[in-house]
């Protein structure tokens, strides 16, 4: 084909296609400068920055992620332990509790029981006293009384002091043994 | 194209790719239709490489996307896959910049209303050949002062006598084919693809109006025609982006084998 195309050329008046025209050549290195400096001082120094935007990108989301997972791991054990820790420590106020509620019962127990039994012994003594004044009281008055009946009774004045208490004395023994004997 | 009126077949010529001057006939600057399809080539590289560098984004749309993909192709799969990542990224705008001039000057020869590869005429690949001879040449000076032309032009290990054969072989092959051969296989790949694009479709042409008044028995040769016209459509597409790849990638061994510390 290339010496058919020779020939060809050369039979004619066909100019020989090895043969660089100037204009060619000029327009050639015109083009192929203009194509170097676009590509060499735009196309590649933007697709350069766009790759590196991009790793920068990918290598910054992969830390993000990472910085996240452990901050989330922080947030999970710190959860974790404060979860544990509130549960010591209702674990611990309920034995508190538990504890307060005994002491506090038995406390009101005990309290309840002396109120109760000091409570009694005052109206023992109480009791005892009112006894003890009536039981006075009735001696004398039942005494003179009964010295004032009998006086009308016999008609005798008891003014033997001696013998009319001896008589009163033995009148509340047998009054009492009566008392004694009737309660029973 | 090639057909004229006067009823017979003519085959496409080399004068297909000497078309008449539209600006500045005569001039070291002339300008004409192939000079103009190199412009519109040069003008796409800038306004998809512009627009789609623009704005980039992290997260790529459909067009940044592609734009990267072509990008990252000639960065990942050619420069740094051969040179590393230290030297890849100092020739990265050489070698991108041949791989896309390339490839775009090719693509125009199966374009509607181009039909024709700037690449089909000499300047554009001579240009591109000179610019990876010399990109070679300085990277294995910059990198091994002194040694690289001795590196190159006597390959240590090898006895001294044989030294009267080697030294001209590797001088041949090092610093005059390589330019030659990558000039003579990206415009001999253009030149006759486009060729044979014009004779398939201008034989179309031929038999499906002209020799279809003598029988028309000969439209069928038309549809013959046609059909390796289409399929020869498709294979310049891969032819295109192909070229594009072996340029770009042999200006990259080259370079590679500069830099490299044995020869």
């Known amino acids: 084909m290339l010496q058919s195309i020779v020939i060809a050329a050369t039979e004619g008046e066909s100019r020989n296609p090895l ?8 327009w050639s290195a015109v083009c192929f400068v203009v194509i170097l400096f676009f590509f060499w001082r735009l196309v590649l120094p933007r697709m350069k920055k766009m790759l590196d935007e991009r790793s920068a990108a990918i290598e910054g989301n992969i830390e993000k992620a990472d910085v996240a997972q452990r901050e989330a791991e922080a947030a999970l054990e710190q959860y974790t332990a404060q979860l544990a ?16 509620a005994q002491r506090i019962g038995s ?9 109760a039994e000091r409570t ?10 009112e006894r003890q004044s009536a039981l006075v009281s009735l001696r004398s008055e039942v005494g003179s009384l009964a010295i004032d009946l009998a006086s009308g009774v016999v008609g005798e004045s008891l003014s033997d002091d001696q013998k009319a208490t001896a008589l009163v004395d033995r009148f509340l023994a047998d009054l009492e043994a009566s008392d004694t004997a009737g309660k029973k | 194209m090639a057909t004229s009126d006067d009823g017979g077949f003519h085959g496409p010529s080399i004068d297909e790719f000497f078309p008449d001057a539209i600006f500045f006939a005569g001039t070291p600057f002339e300008i004409n239709r192939i000079i103009l399809i190199r412009f519109i080539a040069m003008l796409a590289i800038v306004l998809i490489f512009w627009i789609g560098t623009r704005r980039m984004r992290m997260v790529p749309g459909r067009f940044q996307s592609v734009v990267e993909m072509g990008l990252d192709f000639t960065r990942v799969n050619i420069a740094e896959d051969l040179l590393g990542k230290k030297d890849g990224r100092r020739f990265l705008p050489l070698i991108t910049t041949v791989f896309f001039v390339v490839l775009f000057a090719n693509l125009t020869g199966i374009i509607p209303f181009m039909n024709i590869s700037s690449n089909a005429i000499i300047g554009m690949p001579l240009v591109l050949a000179v610019v990876a001879w010399l990109a070679f040449m300085y990277a294995g000076i910059k990198k091994h002062p002194g040694a690289f032309f001795k590196n190159a032009l006597f390959p240590p290990g090898v006895p001294k006598a044989l030294y009267i054969i080697v030294t001209p072989i590797e001088f041949v092959s090092t610093f005059v084919l390589r330019p030659i051969t990558l000039t003579l296989r990206l415009l001999m790949n253009m030149l006759v693809g486009h060729l044979l694009l014009v004779l398939f479709f201008s034989a179309t042409q031929f038999f499906f109006f ?11 040769f ?11 459509t498709l294979f310049e597409v891969l032819v295109a982006v192909l070229q594009a790849y072996v340029f770009a990638l042999l200006t990259t061994v080259y370079i590679q084998l500069a830099l490299a510390d044995e020869h």
């Open chain 1, 107 to 115: 406390e009101i127990q005990a309290q309840a029981q002396t109120d």
């Open chain 1, 19 to 26: 043969l660089p025209e100037s204009y060619d050549i000029i």
């Open chain 2, 222 to 232: 038309g549809v013959g025609t046609l059909a390796f016209g289409f399929v020869f």
């Open chain 2, 210 to 220: 002209t020799a279809t008044q003598t029988s028309i028995f000969y439209g069928l």
């Open chain 1, 120 to 129: 009694k012994a005052n109206a023992q003594v109480a009791i005892e006293a």
């Open chain 1, 85 to 100: 820790e509130a549960r010591a420590e209702a674990a611990k106020i309920r034995e508190q509790a538990r504890v307060d």
